[in-house]
């Protein structure tokens, strides 16, 4: 589940996302507070969440039954206590939507030496939405091997590749020809 990772923020993804989740603003809202309630392991009822969000249960009450119905939200009841879980949001949209492969993540991280700050993740994230795992791989390398090793250098190799129509399969093939 790759909304489980460390390196996901799940209310930044929900953000990028909110167009294709299709949610009213007031839904949004319950969502991020919904995710923020429950990372910060939070007691989450309705009045609370009413409470959080300066609104009446009634309207919250809708909120949630409208993302229920969609199988964003699920409830679940277990001796006497209420759980909320937000799985199905992630798993509907993140079909549609491409997340960031641990083994490209692990190569970008190990290859900077550091942790990758949240604007690096971000950046990391729509690669992954834009090109394949591959071709960011092979970009990394790029920019290792002219010893410019920064997001913003391998973001200007991928869009150049874009621009030139370079895929993974040309460079690879450039490679075999170089080694052959």
């Given amino acids: 589940m790759w909304w489980k990772e460390t390196y996901v923020n799940r209310r930044n993804w929900i953000l990028q996302n909110y167009k294709e989740i299709g949610v009213s603003l007031p839904e949004g809202m319950l969502l991020l507070m919904l995710d923020y309630m429950l ?89 992954s939405r834009h090109y394949p795992d591959k071709l960011i791989t092979y970009a990394l390398r790029e920019a290792s091997i002219m010893g410019k090793l920064s997001m913003a250098y391998i973001d200007k190799i991928l869009e150049g590749w874009k621009q030139k129509g370079i895929t993974v399969e040309k460079l690879e093939e450039s490679d075999h020809a170089d080694n052959g």
Avoid: C
């Avoid at 409208?66 to 937000?86: C, H, M, N, Q, W």
């Avoid at 490209?104 to 950046?123: A, C, H, I, W």
């Fill in 39 to 127: 990372e910060q392991r939070l007691t989450v009822d309705i009045k609370t969440l009413a409470s959080a969000l300066n609104s009446d249960v009634q309207h919250v009450d809708q909120w949630l039954s409208t993302l229920i119905s969609r199988g964003y939200i699920a409830v679940k009841t277990s001796s006497r206590k209420v759980e909320f879980d937000l799985d199905g949001l992630f798993e509907s949209v993140g079909k549609k939507s491409v997340t960031i492969n641990s083994d490209v993540f692990d190569l970008v991280e190990n290859e900077f030496g550091r942790p990758l700050s949240q604007k690096e993740l971000t950046l990391l994230n729509q690669w």
